[in-house]
């Protein structure tokens, strides 16, 4: 954890500007077959689309700009299932900074692959035996690296922030965003931004039925802790929400909705059939609580949080092999 | 053939007009692995991302927007080996045309299915045995319907122009455009922009390596006719350029680059792995060539011309499976 202040949306400006120029301003995409379908308006802020595939970049790039001489110098640490890694590795080398990371020994091959390939270190655990929390801060500590945890760190959710902030400045109030919820780095980032830029608009976090730790929480009032979750959303296998994130979520969201894998399927599917676009399990998750939820007239926000699968494992998925 | 004159840039700027509004101002992508790996700066004018998910949209549009009140009432005929159909049913359905459409057997069942999703009436008939063009011509004459060509037609040619026209509104410059060919109508269209937005830029044609008919034209000086090529680019399976997509790519036009089927497939898991679209195999053609042609310091358009592909065939193609 760190020490810093829960950030605000004035954080998420001020990772906007430091972002400028090294992010992509990610296109909001639209489907006349979604609007007809449900009598609502969607617009769909395409992280797939972000540098290496995913939003996380975003929030890895602010949290290193942050770091002082000393701190670039000895390099950083990352624990992660996978997006997370690729961000850190890619704003560690774009900045010059040593990267060491930690990922599960199921990550998908791609995402350690991609890690690898931008420089960094990656040290495999098994996600099902060990504490990850404890093996990065042992890393740490060991190597003198500043650990920047997936999710529940200031500047990170500031960075992750910016995707709503660029969707609500191109699109004005909406009436409700969906965001997929794992450890709400992207959740908490985008209240901040949707709070501020569209004050009626309903926030809701999504996350899969097999680990809804987050609507458990935000019912009981204090974080609640499950098991790893098995699910296809591999993105949000996360087993508790974070210190910052939940302050943000219980005082910002609205809502917090679950789907099934079988839905996620379903609206990967309609991505690559009907808006030709590859999006991972995660990513879906907005999307399909939004469809099944949308009511007539409503102008609807969707992050899409990343486009990080397998072309097998994508396949598979869609029996398409 | 139509009695109108070969069209002009003018044209496009007409038509442009008509499209605001109904067809989408695509994308143009970046991406950074491209650049890094050639030097170049490379601008992806991405038409999968298209209404019914191809530039196609936008020359059917065109040409149905011109059609007098008779015209409109008895109804527009079309052939097609799959994204001229859907485009023609698409813009029929919105403006109220009736539709009768002529597809090949082998057109792949995504693009019939939904090709009679727009409402279309569907015919089919064997690309192997029948000549499409005296089909169309039949069924044209006895239900007294307006043919409208997938190519050598100067209102579609127009409509295609408008694809290049917004990249280089967008881009200003550029030093080469690569363009897919099949019977030159985007070709053809592109060139019309890119010479009055971009004087000096390069303009080049793409072909599949199994139909270099229009390579052969162009160096021989007058329209080689070839037989159905067999190639994984079922959009570029046409035996010959027009008169009218000739006239342009004799003028504008300054090279034709062919590629192979596997350097099609090449480009299709690029995109999809990296830039996370879904791309048909003939939307490759222009990437497959100019990753292969490009001069590092070069601005080049890429015009991504469609993402209507199975995914069944996808995953086939990719070996994905």
Known sequence: MSNLQTPTYEDVKAAAERLAGHAHRTPVMRSRTVDDATGAQFFFKCENFQ?????????????????NAEQRRAGVAAFSSGNHAQGIALAAQILGVPATILMPTDAPAMKVAATRGYGAEVVLFDRYKEDRDALG?????????????????????AGQGTAAHELLEETGPLDALYVCLGGGGLLSGSALSARSLSPACKIYGVEPEAGNDGQQSLRA??????DTPRTIADG?????????T???????????????????????????????????????????????????????????????????????????G
Do not use: W
């Open 51 to 67: 540098r290496m595939g995913a939003f996380k970049f975003r929030g890895a790039f602010n949290a290193l700009s942050c770091f």
């Open 137 to 157: 801060k042992k890393l740490a500590d060991e190597r003198g690296l500043t650990l920047i945890p997936p999710y529940d760190h200031p500047h990170v959710i």
């Open 221 to 226: 009032g204090h974080i609640v802790h499950i």
């Open 236 to 244: 949000a296998q996360t087993q508790h929400l974070g210190q910052h």
């Open 246 to 320: 939940f302050e943000i979520i219980r005082r910002d969201v609205d809502d917090i909705h679950t789907v099934s894998d079988a839905e996620l399927v379903d609206a990967m599917r309609f991505f690559a059939e009907r808006m030709k676009m590859l999006v991972e399990p995660t990513g879906c998750l907005g999307f399909a609580a939004a469809r099944r939820l949308a009511q007539p007239g409503q102008r609807i926000g969707v992050i899409v949080s990343g486009g990080n699968v397998d072309l097998k494992r994508f396949a598979q998925l869609l029996d398409a």
